[in-house]
């Protein structure tokens, strides 16, 4: 039965073992390492002075500093274990634990505590001291006998409330120290034994480290339910109390859960990378927290692969959004969005980054608040994080860090608990995975947009009679990779080949066909086919390699002396020509063909002729086609916006692509080549036909020299001179009795050509001393700017070409 006699309470004592301590670390030699600042406050040094000195010179030992001050046994605790000089002075192995009294001049007599914990492993600490002035633990409680330091094991408190927070949180008291020191240390002290306050041998309490800051009152729905059911308790109502402990707890879930499910639904939403960062950052604010940062590795914002290894003081982080409740603009100096920064190791920051878990602040005080942004060089961080809790979560995926986030809260808000911790732990969870997501998208983004743009010319805006502009849109598909190229290949006799392609399907093995269909098209280029034969050829090989290689091609030769194009087309969309003179535009009525690889449909060549300054205009169908319209609405559209031949070639571009890519459902990669077909006038070529015999080398030597003259270029005429001699003697030795051909022509470079009937081409040998022939070629490639030989119907062609002085370039411009 009840008796109605409340029960007695259980004993109380001072602080419940919160206090500050002194934290001294002694290294090998009896050296000090680090020194807190809650020594300086204990014995008076400060850290400077204190750091690198003998360690027996500054802690209370009998005799150690009898000249400032007297320190003493305290013999009513003498039984409690051997002096501290014992461990200072490496005489022990095992932890010990005391009292002592500090006596200096000007300076009450003060009671210290004690505990040393002698430390092993690979570091250079040897010797952990803590120590605390006992004055604060004194009662008017007449029960308590007796306060002494001692050791427990601690799993001997595992009920102690909040005692498994206080071990993990052990670390935040060793001053200015490693992650790795810092977890060396703790890890041994918890086998050692934790230290503990022994009151009057009936009550033992663990201590409780306090950074220097009063904790304000955590009331989290826990404590507030335990709360309201104690008073509903002592109302006599016990059931209702459990019953509204239950119900609390239970909300306290709930809303936990809701904002999860909140921040799911907020983040995800997209696949680029910047976009899921601003939502992964923005969900905390301000429902969890009033401040969050991110900051991400260096790879992973770039679009690079997995990283490599865990970070470290090297490691180079991005701080890629921040979002605040403060008034706008407030953090912008001192945390700027799209920092680059290495974290400092004896940061909260590093211990996240490197651990990969969670590190929880409740509150940073000024003390704590300094020692981080001492670590900052040119960087206070004070105004920001002092007096605010901190919540810090790793971004993983894979079990490799690829970020964190920074939460904070400002003061007068509930600091972080334990259960936000697991919140933000969760939180941080589902956002590694999205960025994660979002990462390996960018990275194949970035694959395959690197693939495409080397399997891309490199196109030269100007050739010989011919100004070129080009544009490529990489397609909406997933992988943004395809198979459309386009291609200018300069041939011999100023002509230029001007090509477009389409390889039907997309992704890799697209762009891969793609990339092996171009190489053959500038090697048979090179050969001079005729464009049909050309086509022909490549069908040819598409159907060699393989049924799935199906592609569309236009292939185009354009002869600025002769002011002619000569095109075939297999199977792609016609190109449009733009008359310079009148602006109007047309489709070129071509023989459509076939696509490359169906094979057994033949391909013709059409001669076009066209005028100075008209523009052709060749693309891939992804530009004109669109789901659910006509093709030819997009060709008009294509005529009708390529109708602009006074633009520049660049802006011209702009316009066609601005006119066919807003109309939407464009999904296709799109390849764009636009020529502006200058021609080179009459006056800027010259031609001579010469006979097959010797004496008609110097006939052409006389010929150029004159011709250059004329066009005042004299300065050039004594290495023209002797390449042109060169090649006309090979040609008279090697012709077959028809006649020889040589041709001057002046456009961005000057061209010299030589033609005969002979169908082998030259090759460039290494002669000796003794050879009578071979040194003509060599002469030729060390002397021209370039050079080089083709086979024509009739023959051969053997050319160089020397560049122009400045200011002295010829040819028409449209």
Avoid at 276 to 297: C, K, N, Q, Y
Avoid at 389 to 399: D, E, F
């Amino acid at each position: 039965m009840d008796s109605g006699v409340p029960p007695t309470p259980p004993q109380q004592y001072p602080a419940a073992g919160r206090i500050p301590l002194a934290v001294v670390v002694v290294d090998g030699d009896g050296l000090v390492s680090h020194w807190s600042t809650g020594a300086r406050r204990l014995f008076g040094p400060s850290r400077e002075q204190a750091v690198g000195q003998p360690v027996v010179e500054l802690l209370p030992i009998s005799g150690a500093l009898a000249r400032d001050g007297e320190y003493e046994e305290y013999d009513a605790y003498g039984g409690l274990g051997p002096g501290l000089d014992a461990s200072l002075n490496g005489l022990t192995s095992y932890p010990a634990a005391g009292r002592a009294r500090l006596s200096e001049a000007g300076r009450e007599r003060v009671d210290v505590l004690w505990w040393a914990y002698p430390m092993v492993g690979p570091g250079h600490e040897r010797l952990l001291v803590l120590a605390a002035d006992a004055a604060q633990f004194r009662s008017e409680d007449e029960s308590v006998e007796r306060i002494a330091p001692g050791f427990a094991l601690h799993t001997e408190f595992t009920e102690f409330p909040g005692f498994g927070e206080l071990a993990r949180r052990l670390p935040e008291i060793l001053p200015n120290m490693s992650v790795h020191e810092s977890t060396r240390i703790v890890s041994q002290v918890l086998d050692l034994g934790y230290p503990v306050l022994e009151f009057s041998h009936h009550d033992r309490v663990p201590v409780t480290p306090d950074w220097g800051v009063p904790r304000r009152a955590e009331r989290t729905a826990r404590q507030q339910a335990a709360e309201a059911a104690e008073a509903a308790a002592a109302a006599g109502q016990a059931v209702e109390a459990a019953d509204l402990e239950q119900d609390l707890e239970y909300a306290a879930v709930r809303e936990r859960l809701e904002f999860l499910n909140e921040v799911s639904g907020r983040i995800g939403t997209s696949l680029d990378l910047a976009r899921t960062i601003r939502e992964v950052t923005s969900a905390a604010v301000p429902r969890f927290a009033d401040f969050a940062g991110t900051h991400l590795r260096a790879a992973v914002l770039a679009g690079e692969g997995f990283p490599d290894g865990p970070p470290g003081v090297t490691t180079i982080w991005h701080r890629v959004w921040v979002e605040h409740n403060d008034e706008p603009n407030r953090w912008d100096d001192t945390v700027p969005v799209g920092e680059a920064i290495a974290f400092p190791e004896h940061t909260p920051f590093f211990q996240c980054m490197v651990t990969g878990v969670p590190v929880l602040i409740p509150h940073i005080s000024e003390e704590m608040g300094n020692r981080i942004s001492e670590q900052f060089e040119k960087r206070d961080l004070r105004p920001l994080i002092n007096h605010r809790s901190m919540l810090l979560v790793p971004l993983k995926a894979r079990n490799v860090v690829l970020g964190f986030m920074v939460l904070m809260r400002r003061p007068g808000r509930e600091a972080f608990n334990d259960m936000d911790r697991t919140t933000g732990a969760e939180l941080a969870a589902r956002a590694g995975l999205v960025l994660d997501n979002a990462r390996m998208y960018t990275y194949q983004e970035n694959v395959a947009e690197t693939l495409q743009d080397s399997m891309l010319p490199q196109v030269t805006p100007r050739m010989a009679g011919c100004d070129t502009a080009t544009r490529y849109l990489p397609g909406t598909r997933l992988g943004r990779v395809g198979g459309d190229w386009f291609d200018t290949i300069k041939l011999p006799g100023s002509r230029t080949a001007l090509v477009v392609g389409d390889v039907m399907g997309h992704g890799l093995n697209s762009a891969a066909m793609m990339g092996q269909l171009r190489t053959a098209v500038q090697t048979m280029a090179a050969m001079e086919l005729p464009p049909a034969q050309l086509l022909r050829n490549l069908d040819d090989l598409a159907r060699r390699l393989g049924e799935q290689y199906l592609a569309t091609c236009l292939y185009a030769v354009y002869d600025p002396i002769r002011s002619e194009l000569q095109i075939s087309n297999a199977g792609h969309i016609p190109p449009v020509l733009v008359r310079a003179e009148d602006g109007r535009s047309e489709l070129l009525e071509l023989p459509t063909g076939a696509p490359i690889g169906v094979g057994g449909v033949p391909f013709e060549t059409t001669r076009v002729p066209v005028a100075p300054g008209d523009r052709l205009v060749m693309c891939t169908d992804g530009l004109v086609e669109v789901r659910g319209e006509d093709i030819g609405v997009g060709l008009a559209t294509l005529c009708e916006s390529a109708a602009h031949p006074a633009a520049a070639m660049d802006d011209a571009c702009d316009t066609i692509i601005r006119a066919l890519n807003t109309r939407g459902g464009r999904k296709d990669d799109v390849a764009l080549l636009m020529s502006r077909l200058n021609g080179i006038a009459a006056e800027d070529v010259a031609e001579w036909r010469l006979s097959p015999e010797p004496h008609e080398v110097g006939r052409a030597r006389r010929l150029v020299r004159e011709q250059l003259a004329v066009w005042g270029l004299a300065e050039l005429s004594s290495n023209v001179e002797l390449l042109a001699s060169e090649l006309v003697t090979n040609a008279v030795r090697h012709a077959h009795g028809g006649h020889v051909d040589l041709r001057l022509v002046r456009s961005d470079t000057l061209l010299c050509e030589v033609s005969d009937d002979d169908h082998e081409l030259p090759t460039l040998l290494s002669a000796s001393p003794e050879d009578e022939c071979g040194r003509g070629l060599r002469v030729v490639s060390r002397l021209a700017a370039e050079w080089g030989s083709s086979r024509s119907a009739v023959g051969k062609a053997v050319w160089f070409e020397q560049a122009l002085p400045r200011g002295q370039r010829g040819g028409r411009r449209g």
